[in-house]
């Protein structure tokens, strides 16, 4: 079954680093612990990174190896993410009244989204922690990311849940190192189901949002997206992306942070986020001015066409996009449906990009933003594109021709 480190146990290894609570600051050593035992709080990996800098490798987690909390050894050997292109959008800013935008196309991940980008890291923050068996829910994009992975790597087992009406976004296949539950409700619920069954069994919860490893993973992502844009003489004054949890935001708030650190990006660029108007918690409590959710915020059954973001309890982890947006001048909005479709149409028309509704809610945004007198036309905005619509199954295993090392 189980066989984990003590989390109270460094790792050892010649990667060093420290995890802080970003809420209270409290600090421990190297561990795989998911929450601050003082506040709750998150926590994150914090590295030296004297005379760190990206490398040549067309794996990101070693072409970025000096930016995360693993050692090349410790990464599987299989490539499970890509570098993907970010490039301006000259057509489609024209049309949305934001001449200087820029996409970053994460539909060209394996698995069709970005999630690919921390099944690399979360893989190797367990193999350095020992851990080889556990527990996760998704709505379907960090299942599928993170099954491919695991068919990849025979020393690693893993047990998904999902909601009932996320059963035909799991792209992938159950078998003998990986299955799949399905529950009767929606994401929360098959959250809250897999937490116990975890529990349950002395399984590790691979912990969602709260998983450091997730984060610094998705922060790749970003540092890409910087340094193509520093390449051409340029550095983004607005990054949106559409959010659920946040995650990705938070990702690419600390990559800010560490590349404004090392002089690699000139100025701190605000955030804005973006949710659908189905299933708004975040933008509504945003545009009331609340820095937390209560129980009356919650979605008990979030519907909308952006799957993706289908997050209806955003208790947890609003407080922190909302401390983002608020210190850095961003915001966060909801979109309403129909602004999806056009968007989503516009992308594919104007620029060629097969992208899902989620991915589409950064270019709606945008474009309401503009609108509104919000933005500056001669403001450069980095859209994350998340991923792509999907038809039907279409995983296919990572590839193991390229080494693990750089």
Not at 16 to 42: E, I, K, M, Y
Not at 378 to 392: M, N, S
Request: charge should be negative.
């Amino acid at each position: 079954m189980q066989t984990t480190t003590d989390p109270r146990t460094p790792a050892s290894g010649p990667t060093t680093f420290h995890l802080r609570c970003v809420r209270c600051d409290w600090r421990t050593g190297p561990r795989f612990l998911l929450r601050c035992p003082s506040c709750s709080g998150a926590l994150e990996p914090v590295l030296d990174l004297t005379g760190a800098a990206p490398r040549e490798h067309h794996r990101p987690e070693l072409a970025y190896l000096d930016f995360l909390p693993v050692d090349a050894a410790d990464l599987p050997d299989a490539a499970l993410s890509v570098a993907t292109p970010c490039r301006p959008a000259p057509r489609l800013g024209e049309a949305i009244g934001v001449p200087g935008l820029w996409v970053k196309d994460e539909s060209r991940q394996p698995t069709g989204t970005t999630k690919d980008r921390f099944a690399a890291v979360v893989l190797a923050v367990f193999r350095r922690f020992g851990i080889t068996e556990w527990v996760a829910s998704s709505t379907g994009n960090s299942s599928t990311a993170l099954a491919r992975a695991v068919s990849g790597d025979a020393t690693m087992r893993a047990h998904f849940f999902c909601g009932a009406d996320f059963l035909g976004d799991q792209r992938f296949s159950p078998g003998e190192r990986v299955s799949l539950t399905c529950v009767d409700g929606c994401y929360a619920t098959a959250s809250a189901v897999a937490v116990r069954f975890a529990g349950d069994r002395g399984l590790t919860w691979e912990g969602g949002f709260f998983n450091w490893a997730r984060r610094e993973g998705l922060k790749l992502t970003y540092l890409e997206a910087y340094d193509a844009m520093r390449a051409a003489g340029t550095a983004p004054g607005v990054v949106v992306q559409a959010i659920s949890s946040g995650m990705g935001v938070v990702a690419a708030h600390k990559g800010t942070e560490e590349y404004l650190a090392l002089g690699r990006l000139p100025a701190r660029p605000r955030f804005l986020m973006a949710q659908q108007d189905t299933c708004a918690p975040m933008a509504r409590a945003w545009a009331e001015g609340r820095a937390e959710l209560t129980d009356a915020d919650v979605v008990a059954d979030p519907r909308g066409l952006a799957r993706a973001i289908l997050l209806g309890d955003g208790r947890a982890t609003y407080p922190y996009l909302h401390g983002i947006a608020r210190a850095g001048g961003g915001a966060i909005v909801a979109v309403p449906q129909d602004e999806l479709v056009t968007a989503k149409a516009m992308l594919a028309e104007l620029e060629g990009l097969d992208v899902c509704h989620s991915s589409a809610a950064t270019v709606a945004a945008l474009r309401a933003e503009a609108a509104a007198g919000r933005l500056d036309p001669d403001e450069v905005a980095l859209a994350v594109l998340t991923g792509r619509d999907f038809t039907g199954p279409d995983f296919t295993g990572p590839d193991t021709t390229a080494g693990g090392s750089a």
